[in-house]
């Protein structure tokens, strides 16, 4: 289950998709197939491989890339969450869900 998202994210994450951007979209999410998990980061990109490549290039395996037209990510949780949106740049989402 996914929360702690506003549409207008959602939409602005979406969009970004769609024109073949390297978009991250973290959310808060509880599954049981992963205890101690409480986010995710939506990588996606709706060019698989340009999504393909930027897995390989942050030591990730695109098979696990969700193909899910028009809306293709990567789940990225646990250890490798934090050290890439650092990477990434992405301090809003490392300082709002409390991953620093």
Same mark, same amino acid.
């Given at each position: 289950?996914?929360?702690g998202?506003? $549409?207008?994210?959602?939409? /602005? @994450?979406?969009?970004?998709?769609?024109?073949?951007? %390297?978009?991250?979209?973290t959310?808060? @999410?509880?599954?049981? $197939?992963?205890?101690? %998990?409480?986010?995710?980061?939506?990588? +996606?990109?709706? !060019?698989?491989?340009?999504?393909?490549? @930027?897995? /390989?290039?942050?030591?990730?395996?695109?098979q696990?890339?969700h193909?899910?037209?028009?809306?293709?990510?990567? !789940?990225?949780? +646990?250890?490798?969450?934090?050290?890439?949106?650092?990477?990434? +740049?992405?301090?809003?989402?490392? /300082?709002?869900?409390?991953?620093?």
């Amino acid at each position: 289950m996914a929360f702690g998202v506003k $549409r207008e994210e959602l939409n /602005r @994450w979406k969009q970004a998709v769609l024109d073949g951007e %390297i978009a991250f979209l973290t959310h808060y @999410w509880l599954d049981p $197939r992963f205890p101690g %998990i409480t986010t995710v980061t939506k990588v +996606g990109c709706s !060019d698989l491989g340009r999504l393909a490549d @930027w897995c /390989r290039d942050n030591g990730l395996p695109p098979q696990h890339i969700h193909n899910r037209p028009p809306f293709p990510h990567f !789940d990225l949780i +646990g250890s490798k969450q934090p050290e890439i949106l650092k990477r990434e +740049g992405q301090w809003d989402q490392l /300082r709002r869900f409390k991953l620093l």
